[in-house]
């Protein structure tokens, strides 16, 4: 059973289109995190969200917690080329423990 | 400051070959993880260490082996290499146990096949 489900599992799309991905579980989770992993590295945070109900930008892209803090989603507005790569929702479960991954969302950006 | 370096880059084995999956980082952290990340699979945490002396397994430990004799350096140990080992192997440090006020810092991978 996969604690956090993200979907879509893959997108591909133009340069400039906007995009949302998701990341959904039944289970309640102290903080969420994002990374972005491209081809042949490992995964960098992008951001960390604590509080139900909380959005965070960063340049194009918008974060936001589930206000019961059970999901999040990521926004992505005019993307670019650049923003191609694995995107991964991982969540803590309190302030000890190890780190649940979802599987990602696998995004393309075509020129 | 190199962050969290792994070598070898790829490594090809052959059925029933051992190898050791080497991670350093020189950050300080005292948490340290490896995980095995297959296509469509996400990542999973195979052991992590929360300081020098101490390891404990994650959700998929069978047929690797950890040591953390120092806080930098957290080497992983293949035994009797199988083709179900094929798989890119992250490492990665933080501070404390990553989550609110911590990020996992990773290295850039170990792409293994074993044949």
């Known amino acids: 059973t996969q604690l956090l489900e993200q979907s879509p599992q893959f997108l591909s799309i133009q340069e400039g289109e906007n995009l949302t991905v998701y990341c959904n579980s039944s289970?309640?989770?102290?903080?969420l995190q994002w990374y972005r992993q491209e081809p042949g590295e490992g995964p960098v945070l992008l951001v960390t969200?604590?509080?139900?109900?909380e959005v965070k930008k960063l340049k194009r892209l918008t974060f936001q917690f589930g206000d019961a803090r059970k999901d999040s989603s990521l926004h992505i507005t005019a993307a670019q080329p650049g923003d191609t790569g694995l995107y991964l929702c991982?969540?803590?479960?309190?302030?000890?423990?190890?780190?649940?991954f979802g599987k990602g969302t696998k995004l393309s950006v075509k020129p | 400051n190199a962050g969290v370096t792994q070598t070898p880059k790829f490594r090809i084995l052959k059925i029933g070959q051992s190898m050791t999956l080497q991670c350093t980082q020189d950050?300080?952290?005292?948490?340290m993880y490896w995980y095995r990340q297959d296509p469509g699979m996400g990542l999973k945490l195979i052991y992590y260490?929360?300081?020098?002396?101490?390891?404990d397994k994650g959700e998929v430990p069978n047929g690797y082996n950890v040591s953390r004799s120092t806080t930098e350096d957290f080497p992983l140990r293949l035994e009797l290499a199988a083709p179900s080992q094929t798989s890119v192997y992250f490492c990665?440090?933080?501070?404390?146990?990553?989550?609110?006020?911590?990020?996992?810092?990773f290295g850039p991978g170990t792409r293994l096949t074993v044949l």
């Open positions: 990665a440090s933080s501070a404390a146990w990553a989550g609110e006020y911590n990020e996992q810092f």
């Open positions: 289970s309640v989770f102290s903080s």
């Open positions: 969200v604590v509080t139900g109900g």
């Open positions: 991982a969540g803590a479960r309190g302030s000890q423990g190890n780190l649940i």
């Open positions: 950050m300080n952290h005292n948490y």
């Open positions: 260490s929360v300081g020098a002396g101490i390891t």
